[in-house]
Structure formats: C-alpha cells, structure tokens
C-alpha cells in the first residue's frame, strides 16, 4: 500500500476508505434532507458530489510539506483549502448545481477550523500556502513523491494542474456565495453548508476515532476534544447497527 500518511500512524488511502465507509452508512439517513435543503430531483448528483467531498476532503495532506512534516512530528501546514480548490474546480468543469458546488467547498474548506468566514482558510488561503511552503515560485502545488501512483479516486490531472491561483479564486467565490445575497439566502446557504459540513464531519471524525490523538487521556478533562469524539463515534456506530436490522 502507499506509504502516504493521514496522520502519524495512519495511512492516507486508509483513512479515506474508512471515511466513505461511514458515508454508506450515514447518507441514506440525510437523503431526503439533501434532497429538499438543495431542491435538486436527481438525488444521483448529490450522491456523486458527496462521495467526492469525501474522497478529496484531506487532499491537502498530499503536499510535499504536509507529508515531511507528519513523517518529522512538525507543525503541519494547513491543508483543508486545497481539497476545497480541488472540487470547485472540478465541480465547476461538470456542472454541479452552484449552491451544492459551493456549500460542499465552504464546508471542506473549514472541516478543521470550524470557525466560518472568520477562518484564514476562507480568507487567506493563498497567503497560507505560500507562507506554509505548499507552493513552489510559479504558484504550482508540491505535491509529495508518491501522488502520482494512487488511483484516480484519489489523484487525477486537475490535481496536477492545481495552483496558488485556485485557492485564491476558490476562497472568493466562497465569498461572495455566503455574503452576496439577500438574508433569507444568506440563510439557507448557511444551512446548506452546515448540513454538508455536518456530514463530513460525522464521517472524517468516526473514520478517525482510533487514533491516539483522541483518545481521553485524563477524565477530568470532560469537556476535552475527545468527548466531542467519543459522542460522534457512538452515534455513527449506532446508524451502523440500525442498518443491520
């Protein structure tokens, strides 16, 4: 398997897999929300955009510095803005309906900051990357030795073209989305995102639940992140057992 990491002791490609897994068992309880919330008929569109927000939402962990720094314990570079690049692009080039195109990017781009329009990740994420290093001098992607060997579930040519550029454009077109409109819409859009945000969440933190960074090392520290875990972890686990009866 791909030497790639997601986190110190996990395997990229694997915690991807155990993310879509999670989505299998959670999708069919938000469809009809889906449905409605983004008024779209072809609840196959949905799908197909979910199970891509899924599968491209940590593609920033596969930057040259993001890996380096995992493998060395370092501070890791932000890496939320560029899957969010990623899909707009992509989302854009086929035509996904706009409020489902962009609510799944506002939410990948702030799954790790959970902090909005107030985030650098919605702001500044150009800056970021090439303050952080990500970027070359032309503005193009490092991306680490590796990539090019994963299948196109996880890297394909718009990944090789991304660039700087793309996060700047992605990140104020986010922008303008969320703020340009009248209130009633600025509502709904805000509901759009919370809902898809809510949904990787369940998957990326229940898929990321073995990890030792989140176990509770001191039960004093009730209010700690690993409560916040432990509490998505089990209801996660309990849609999975409902689906078996």
Request: proline share 2%.
């Amino acid at each position: 398997m791909n030497s790639l990491l997601s986190s110190p002791e996990e395997k990229y490609v694997e915690h991807i897999e155990r993310c879509q897994e999670r989505l299998d068992w959670i999708y069919p309880i938000f469809k009809n929300t889906l449905i409605r919330i983004f008024d779209i008929n072809d609840e196959g569109i949905i799908r197909y955009a979910s199970v891509n927000m899924i599968n491209f939402h940590d593609l920033g962990k596969l930057t040259q510095k993001w890996q380096k720094n995992v493998a060395k314990g370092k501070k890791l570079p932000s890496h939320a803005p560029v899957g969010a690049a990623y899909l707009y692009k992509r989302f854009t080039k086929e035509k996904i309906p706009e409020d489902l195109k962009n609510a799944i990017c506002f939410a990948v781009s702030i799954h790790h900051t959970d902090r909005g329009l107030l985030g650098d990740n919605i702001e500044r994420p150009d800056i970021q990357a090439i303050t952080e290093g990500v970027v070359d001098y032309d503005g193009k992607i490092i991306w680490a030795e590796g990539v090019r060997s994963l299948s196109n579930g996880y890297y394909d040519e718009i990944v090789e073209i991304l660039t700087v550029y793309d996060l700047k454009e992605t990140a104020r077109s986010l922008r303008i989305w969320a703020r340009g409109d009248s209130l009633l819409n600025q509502h709904k859009k805000r509901l759009q995102a919370s809902l898809m945000h809510h949904i990787l969440k369940l998957c990326d933190i229940s898929a990321a639940s073995e990890r030792k960074e989140y176990h509770c090392e001191d039960k004093k520290d009730y209010f700690g992140g690993w409560l916040m875990v432990e509490t998505i972890e089990s209801y996660v686990n309990a849609i999975k057992e409902r689906l078996k009866k």
